[in-house]
């Protein structure tokens, strides 16, 4: 099995958010994190304003604070694939940490892979439900009550929130083709060292895309990812583990304020619930 000729579909879900926030997406099992973070953005149809982060088992994938004044730095997200994390944790699920102040949490579960089949076209939406909520709503508790309020006329929020919104928001509409046209324009990025692709570019992306959501969609299309990931790990038993891995040097990005930091840390704490996340 060759890495750059692996696909993996997974399910993303927003936590505790009602109604549900799904999307079901096929990725490249290479593709570098700092991309898997711009494929979920636009598949929800966030602003990519904020910081993000990966976490799995006790790993941490971000951009790293350049002057390291907030503790220990996540692994960069520029120098770490989606392989990484399946090599060094084995997790059956990733949380993507956006936004440290609304503290959105995007579970990802790692359904199937494929493997033997092509990764040009990809990353790929194969199906969405539930709108995006508003950036700056105040996370989960806050969409809540946004809902409440735009839904109800004689709520003391109603108007104020109504014109603070997007016009007039609906939590189960979603634009699909608007979501699908922004996923299909990262497979620009042709291959996933960063180099172009041009036969990419040369094919009708609407047809390409519809050609292969068909193919990934189909039943018994791919196998169960974790039996595989176990032969998988062990055939690359001399990888680094994620404590052993040198930390790569500091760049030039800024975190946001101490508070955001802060807010980080306590969601951090929270998602992994004092024992190592599955």
Not at 59 to 69: A, F, K, L, Y
Not at 88 to 94: L, R, V
Not at 213 to 236: C, P, T
Request: proline share 6%; aromatic share 8%; net charge negative.
């Amino acid at each position: 099995m060759s890495l750059n000729t692996t696909a993996v579909r997974i399910k993303v879900t927003l936590k505790d958010v009602t109604p549900e926030v799904m999307r079901c997406l096929v990725v490249p099992l290479t593709l570098r994190l700092d991309r898997l973070h711009l494929t979920l953005q636009a598949a929800f149809g966030w602003t990519n304003s904020y910081l993000f982060e990966f976490l799995a088992g006790e790993g941490r994938w971000g951009i790293p604070d350049p002057d390291g004044d907030f503790g220990p730095q996540p692994i960069d997200a520029r120098k770490a694939r989606l392989s990484d994390i399946v090599h060094e944790t084995g997790a059956k699920t990733i949380h993507y940490l956006y936004d440290f102040g609304d503290s959105w949490d995007h579970v990802i579960k790692l359904e199937k892979w494929f493997d033997n089949t092509t990764t040009e076209g990809l990353p790929l939406l194969l199906e969405a439900a539930g709108r995006c909520p508003p950036e700056d709503v105040g996370g989960a508790s806050g969409y809540a009550e946004y809902l409440d309020a735009i839904s109800d006329p004689t709520h003391p929020e109603h108007e104020q929130m109504r014109l603070w919104g997007p016009e007039q928001f609906d939590p189960n509409v979603v634009d699909r083709k608007a979501l699908e046209a922004a996923v299909n324009a990262l497979s620009d990025f042709g291959s996933q060292d960063g180099t172009s692709c041009d036969q990419n570019r040369r094919q009708a992306p609407i047809e390409r895309a519809a050609a292969l959501r068909l193919r990934f969609n189909a039943e018994g299309r791919g196998i169960i990812l974790f039996h595989d990931a176990k032969a998988y790990r062990r055939d690359d038993a001399r990888r680094p583990t994620v404590a052993a891995r040198q930390r790569p040097s500091l760049r030039s990005h800024r975190s946001d304020c101490a508070a955001a930091e802060e807010c980080r840390y306590a969601l951090i704490r929270k998602c992994h619930g004092g024992r190592r996340m599955e």
